[in-house]
């Protein structure tokens, strides 16, 4: 079950800088930085899949990711040179520390998912294939954010060393069709860089807020929250590639129209309609042209009535009445998605956000009004077998009090 604790520790990375040893024209914070990851994590994958007929284990790449990043959370912002030789030199002992920290939380998960996060790091063996996507995924990320910095950090010692390792990382991982294809800085490239934009806007834009969080983050924030809720229905595996999935997509229209707050679109009849048919023609005129022809419908299955419950019958996609996903639907074939859950989790997310912010002493009445709304919204909300209301009143209390 997804529990508090583990919400609190993704915002944690929101307040974990990246580069703060270097002069940064923007913020980079770890948790932007990790949505990016797993953004080239799934074009990665998917390159391997359709270009290469490779078998990717996507719940193993998924909860891979999900672990990497509590994992980094715990160690904080070790230099990766001495985080590297930590973990060559001590990496049980180190693995071993962070189990300690966060077994409350995974246990609290359930489904085995505590004993895989330790057979992960403890077993090299254990989605060898996948682990390695991730890796290539995480150096592209930090090659992203390096390029941003390089061009106000060339008199600075070193500068040219960290070019050529970050570089050089990337090269092993060339055997990789994603990976090629990203460093030819075409389409594919175009997509990521796009997706990368979203940690330049930020949440809440009209309030002073604590952690400041960008778009990119949150969606990551919503994905696993959306992905640890639906493990409690015993989901087939597409459920589950499609519940993060779906999730970490769910805000990409934003990088093409910015963020409107919900007051806005709320303010006049039909607005809402209206910015949905516009976000849906940006996508398909500047956005799905970057992506293969082969991925584009899943894409737009991603993003198309994204808080729906739906499936795959055929080709065409079926949205369903029913609050909850039948048993009859939860079968790979159907691609059933919980778009309901993503709504909660992203809400839940926003809770999260305005929470925390009160807690460090910033608060606005558009945060104010918009916690006290969430409050009455959920309090009696139940969904894949889980207690939201009662998620929400956990967070008031546990999030009050950092």
């Not at 490239?189 to 934009?197: A, H, K, P, V």
């Amino acid at each position: 079950m997804l529990t508090t604790g583990l919400i609190a520790k993704c915002f944690q990375a929101a307040s974990m800088q990246r580069w703060n040893d270097h002069i940064r024209p923007v913020e980079l914070s770890e948790l932007d930085k990790q949505a990016h990851k797993m953004i080239l994590a799934y074009v990665i994958g998917r390159f391997e899949e359709i270009e290469r007929g490779s078998k990717i284990n996507w719940r193993q790449l998924i909860e891979g990711g999900i672990f990497e990043f509590l994992h980094r959370v715990i160690l904080t912002d070790i230099k990766p040179p001495v985080f590297h030789r930590m973990m060559r030199e001590k990496g049980r002992e180190l693995n071993q520390y962070v189990f300690g920290q966060l077994k409350p939380d995974l246990s609290a998960v359930g489904h085995s998912f505590c004993q895989r996060f330790q057979e992960y790091f403890l077993q090299p063996e254990v989605a060898r294939y996948e682990k390695r996507i991730l890796k290539a995924a995480h150096y592209l990320a930090t090659n992203w954010e390096f390029r941003i910095i390089y061009n106000t950090c060339q008199f600075i010692y070193g500068i040219e060393k960290t070019k050529e390792e970050i570089e050089n990382e990337i090269e092993d991982y060339y055997d990789l069709v994603g990976v090629q294809k990203i460093a030819l800085g075409k389409k594919s490239f175009g997509f990521i860089d796009l997706c990368g934009q979203l940690r330049f806007q930020q949440r809440w834009a009209h309030s002073p807020r604590l952690p400041r969080t960008s778009v990119l983050g949150h969606m990551l924030t919503v994905a696993i929250m959306a992905y640890l809720s639906a493990l409690e229905v015993r989901p087939c595996n597409r459920r589950l590639y499609n519940d993060f999935f779906a999730a970490l997509f769910h805000d990409l229209p934003e990088v093409l129209t910015r963020d409107i707050i919900r007051p806005v679109k709320k303010s006049v009849r039909g607005l809402d309609e209206i910015i949905k048919e516009y976000e849906q023609l940006q996508l398909g005129e500047k956005l799905m042209p970057l992506l293969p022809e082969t991925w584009r419908e899943e894409m737009r299955f991603f993003t198309e009535n994204e808080f729906e419950n739906r499936i795959r019958v055929g080709a065409q996609t079926r949205i369903l009445s029913e609050k909850e996903i039948p048993d009859r639907w939860n079968r790979d074939e159907y691609s059933p998605v919980d778009g309901r859950l993503i709504k909660i989790c992203d809400d839940l997310a926003a809770f999260a956000e305005v929470t925390l912010s009160q807690a460090y002493g910033i608060s606005s009445r558009v945060m104010e009004d918009s916690r006290q709304d969430l409050l009455r919204r959920y309090q009696k909300m139940r969904a894949c077998g889980m207690d939201f209301g009662e998620l929400f009143r956990q967070c008031q209390v546990s999030l009050s009090s950092v």
